[in-house]
């Protein structure tokens, strides 16, 4: 156990529709990342937040958006969902801003009919 | 620019053979350097990392990978693969030069046969 919680773990959602993917990170880590996983693109960095701040942004489409709560749980917004979308969603955590060691949650599998 | 290869998609061994997954990187300065596993429907578990010292760095399950600034390659290897190893592994480098990102290769799937 990583101590990254994810929810929900499946969602099966229709095209046009938007979900909202929520990450708790381990006790005391400030940062959270969110990262995309399909089968085609392999891994992809999506986003970072640090401490509520973002910090980087990687290959994260205008549709999607997410932010850092103050209790520094993070939440993705998928929106205008298109089928290309299916994929796993990673939230990752660590304690600082620097590329220390990741801890990753179980993903959340998102599936757009 | 940043990057990770993982010149292999996809190897099969022998359960009790050897086991090497390459692994190259593209970074401008001393780079932090990190194994992850992923079994089915998990999330990714770190193996082992390097950020200084010793270049052979022990992780868990019995692996161990070799960080060659020379050849620009951290080889994730274990001398006797089990069963379980099966699964997919990545390969990672990140660091100060990265702007705190992590760069992820695409990955090696491991299968075992009995």
């Known amino acids: 156990d990583s101590g990254v919680t994810q929810t929900p773990k499946h969602l099966i959602t229709a095209t046009g529709q938007r979900v909202t993917l929520r990450c708790s990170p381990r006790?005391?880590?400030?940062?959270v990342y969110w990262y995309q996983q399909s089968l085609d693109q392999g891994l992809q960095f999506l986003i970072q937040y640090y401490n509520g701040e973002e910090r980087a942004k990687g290959n994260i489409l205008e549709r999607f958006s997410a932010q850092q709560f103050p209790d520094l749980h993070s939440e993705l917004n998928l929106s205008s969902l298109e089928l290309g979308d299916s994929a796993l969603y990673f939230c990752?955590?660590?304690?600082?801003?620097?590329?220390?060691?990741?801890?990753f949650g179980e993903g959340s599998r998102l599936t757009v009919l | 620019a940043q990057s990770v290869t993982q010149p292999d998609i996809h190897i099969t061994v022998s359960e009790g053979a050897s086991l090497e997954l390459r692994c190259n990187y593209s970074?401008?300065?001393?780079?932090?350097l990190f194994w992850y596993v992923q079994s089915p429907g998990q999330g990714l578990q770190l193996l082992l990392k390097?950020?200084?010292?010793?270049?052979l760095v022990q992780g868990i399950k019995g692996f161990e990978a070799e960080f060659k600034r020379s050849q620009s390659s951290f080889n994730l290897r274990k001398p006797s693969v089990h069963w379980s190893d099966a699964a997919e592994y990545f390969c990672?480098?990140?660091?100060?030069?990265?702007?705190?990102?992590?760069?992820f290769g695409t990955g090696t799937s491991l299968t075992v046969i009995p």
């Open positions: 990672a480098v990140g660091g100060v030069d990265t702007g705190n990102q992590f760069y």
């Open positions: 006790s005391g880590d400030l940062s």
């Open positions: 990752a955590s660590s304690a600082g801003t620097g590329a220390g060691e990741l801890f």
């Open positions: 970074y401008g300065a001393t780079p932090y």
């Open positions: 390097y950020f200084s010292g010793d270049t």
